[in-house]
């Protein structure tokens, strides 16, 4: 079947070389033209301009977009002005499930078949597939499947659920049509909401971990500071990287975060060049506004969202605000920062009403 | 290798059948006697009291214990009295870390070699293997290796982690000495809490998917409850079970819990017939307490067990607090409960001033 | 000065009288001709259209709409289009600062001041006064000013700021010009997103107080209930109604807030006939919104309104797939509900591999 | 009546002060001789040592201490050692309400009275009293009452509770005998507990505010960064100071801890000066650790601990993963620090798929 790309980025470039591994043909554009010229290298047709791309597709022709999220909209416009009613256009990438519903709209007056596909695998696609949450006519949706069947990673050797048999239903492929316009992409980003949960489980239990030693540190600021409540209990310098390790087997939180997680501690196990200012991507804010919308309670979703906010330092006139409050009813001083302040800060103030 | 497990039940069970598949001798006892004549009949040396037990083996004895956290004390001081200065007494429950600290210590003094060991698989783990977390002294924690290796899943066809080669390491094969007295366990608890945070994760997705049609809903009850703002961006009927199966594949948050519930929901889809008041194990309890001790913020994992409480009603008086306060300033009356309730509890009221 | 109100439930029909008592001329609409006759009786002008009550004005007008946030669109284009330029159009309902921004683009347009103004005081509001926060052009914030000065409460006899002085300045009679359209209605969301986390805070706070007896109450279940870890410490039945009214004195937590709930305590102690199913009312909502939007993480007001959320089972697929889980992975069993379970839902259980 | 004091610090000094105004007889102790000088000076009877000081008593002796928590146990048992059966010992400090358990138990072997009370009100106490919250056997509270009077604010000009009349309660006199020994330390942790809610809502909320101009901000950096969705709808520069100011009248949210944010910010209105690094006290991780053994949910007052805990960068390690997993998975590298990255950290990146 032939597909058109727009995008080749690492996402969209992976996608067509997975497309075209499996005999799919592949019409490519980029802004970039090295990025066009590559792909023609490896077997595409390539294209100088979006009128040009879709003069090069049989009808009724299917383009993906593969941009960023800023862009689509724009790209979306110039594509659906030189398609066809019939054609379909496919958004790749990470918007709002928003935006689908909106220009979904928009173009099913035209007669352009608007899908919405979110997509999940990252820097491992290529060779493990991609997970993709389709939204749009069933239509459309069913003509473009062998496309997805082969972008899709395939049942591959995991374990079957128990109670399924027969045929592999696509949801075993790795591909899903979700519902109406906009549904792939809400799918997509209540999964990167999930994504952001787990990430901050593991996070938090392995600094926990990475922490179970203060009863030992404290012990070497004795003159200065007032003891940590039961030291003994606090003795265990953890080997993090190990324990990630060996979590991955037969332990409840196997995950491939977790593999992820040992291969980045192996790697480099005090994390040193890290400054931990972690950035989000969009998809974790929507689905806590979504959440807040239909009246659906995730504290841990909203939990992980914020912590990012913080590690970014986004809390600093808050936390100016308590300590101001402190010094307000207690004329309490804030601590000096410095090699003190790390023990200091691990335990608790006493004796001091307020 | 020999060794003699007290406490019979699932897993104490299955560890001693997998023991035994690799040719290990077991001597078992349990305070019920079918249990140990069903395991005497797969090849087990039963034993009819802990000191007959620990007759039967040869030293240095080691002994594991597999039963409920609040026997645990008991058990091993009864299993203490009979033992001699270099046997091994290995707690494999679900112990508070500090009760093996604390055991471990007392236990020093007879020469006694105390183990605990954190042991993950649940209903799985005896064609999966367990996860083992092991504390204590080195003599002891080496001497065990091969019992250990056994239990454990080992290498497995996981991927291995990138920059890892050579001979497999310990925790490669599911197993891994984590440090003195306590250490076992106490990872072991810092596992169960990111534990309940992933599972938080996923369940707070999924309700959130599960209520995706909240725009079609509402417009059933539109008569006498206003609608929910923007319900054209909620219309999405998503089916959890299909979503749950494709995020197995390829996603980032694959993950075992994911496993379990794509089964859960392909057996259920609706999940008919829970109550949804979530018990909770301890381990998630003593995870946030041992994180205020030592000042480590976890947010997401405290969420996460609060969630569990209010699951089962414990957060009932302070909620009717806040119904009570809202009575005081705004004369605001509670809603009444029952269907049109479901509807309109997901939707914000409004226009009145507070 | 002149101010015509359009609505005249509880706190429209109060800030009437109030302005009344000062002096000033009243003009007063609803569609409910008793609410109207009420006030006609008491002083004001009654109208019996939106014409009518316009037609009534002096130029420049004022009109003040108090109406539920979803009436609010449709009033002010009614009212608009009788109105002239130079006019003003007041909004003091709840209402989305969004739709101030997007309205007072609109009316600008045709000369029209729109102002927004967040009015909190409920029920209490015609002794006590109201606060208001507006937004909205100067010059017409400005010709307004002795209406917002007479609705406000005044400097009162509350203690001056430190480092305050001279004349008292506008917030410190209770009313604030905080910024362009929108602003009112944004600082006043703020105040109501503070609300919840004051009122969560508050509650949790006296519902861990409620349940500071656990231990007492265990021991009433031990036959069937492993006890709770050291109920020693939990032995205090605390009187929360004479808790919340000591803290009313002296102490840090002093607040309005408490004082409505030691009132609600004092009347009725256990609370009985509330349900505890806690409605929101939409600034909750908005300002976890915007807090997403501007990356400022508010754990505490998130918290605070996803409480809500559950306490009206919104909570209920995501609970249901936990226990899902447990039953999948650890072959948990749920604890039935009833009398039994209330003591067992306080305590952990122990013993049981995962 | 006749009271002891050890412990001079501003507390200890200002409740001995307070005794005296009102005719009390103090002796007191201090380990600073010049601490002692002062209140002689102000007519109390000094002491030079423990044992001097309980020489000097009438009997029944009642002796309060106010020393800080971590010598409280020592000083206690210095103290009772040389007291009697029949007298009293107060700790009016902030201790654990597990050691009042303790030391309470010890203690009435000897048949010493102890008494644990919570003593709220800070800097300002001298003047506004204390708020008392008293636990110990019914008696000795009965005799020492008089103490507690005077110390407590007294009903003052507080609005009376509806519903309440008659004589003044001690509650509304501003202490309370809340039950057996640890009560009075107990509904004191839960009070502070409490206090870090209330703090961080408005600490959160004003936040917020201060970052509604994101939309200004962000067009100065349009150059290298994209940018805010919505831009439109966060354009207000709001002065925090007044707006603190103002909610001090009529609104909801009123509370002492916002007249010390009005000042605060008032005094300093950006907070220059402070780092945000916001020290804790003991109370609010009782509060948390008492909650978890309950099994009671405190989402939000364990969420406001855990911001001060994240604020002095105990997340660091936790946050360093987060960046680890995001490159392994995504291969996002960190956001650069600096300028550019204040106003890129307000929004979400975009078009990359995870």
């Known amino acids: 079947m032939q597909l058109a790309m727009i995008g080749l980025g690492r996402m969209g470039a992976n996608i067509v070389r997975r497309l075209m ?67 379909a256009l496919i958004d790749g990438g990470n918007s709002n499930y928003r935006d689908d519903v909106r220009r979904a709209a928009v173009f099913r007056e035209s007669g352009i078949d608007y899908l919405d596909v979110g997509t999940s695998g990252g820097v491992f696609g290529l060779e493990r597939g991609y997970c993709l949450m389709v939204g749009g006519p069933d239509a459309a949706v069913q003509r473009l499947e062998p496309i997805f069947r082969t972008i899709a990673p395939g049942p591959g050797e995991i374990e079957r659920t128990p109670g399924r048999s ?5 949801e075993e492929q790795g591909f899903l049509h979700c519902g109406p316009s906009g549904a792939g992409h809400f799918v997509k980003m209540v999964h990167n909401g999930i994504e952001y949960g787990i990430m901050a489980a593991l996070a938090e239990g392995l600094n926990l ?10 012990a070497q600021h004795s003159a200065e500071i007032a003891p940590l409540e039961e030291p003994e209990f606090y003795q265990f310098p953890i080997d993090t990287a190990k324990v990630s390790e060996l979590w991955r087997r037969g332990s409840v939180v196997s995950s491939w975060l977790l593999d992820l997680t040992a291969a980045a501690l192996n790697q480099n196990p ?48 808050a936390n100016q605000v308590l300590s101001a409050m402190r010094l307000q009813f207690g004329g309490h001083q804030e601590l000096p920062s410095g090699d003190v302040l790390e023990a200091g800060s691990r335990r608790s103030e006493s004796g001091k009403g307020s």
Chains 1, 2, 3, 4 share one sequence.
């Open 21 to 87: 591994r499996q005999g799919h043909d592949c019409v490519v554009y980029d802004v970039n033209a090295e990025a066009v010229q590559a792909l023609v290298a490896e077997g595409a047709v390539g294209a100088d301009s979006i009128p040009d791309l879709v003069s090069k597709l049989q009808v009724p022709r299917a383009v993906w977009m593969m941009v960023p999220a800023s862009l689509t909209g724009q790209v979306a416009d110039e594509v659906a002005a030189v398609l066809e009613p019939g054609d």
């Open 166 to 170: 027969g045929d592999f239903a696509p």
């Open 209 to 218: 971990l990475e922490n179970a030693d203060a009863g030992i540190r404290e």
């Open 270 to 317: 005090t994390l040193d060049g890290l400054a931990g200012r972690v950035s989000d991507s969009g998809e974790g804010r929507w689905t806590v506004k979504a959440a807040v919308d239909v009246g659906v309670p995730v504290p841990v979703l909203a939990a992980s969202l914020f912590e990012r906010f913080a590690s970014r330092d986004e809390d600093r006139f």
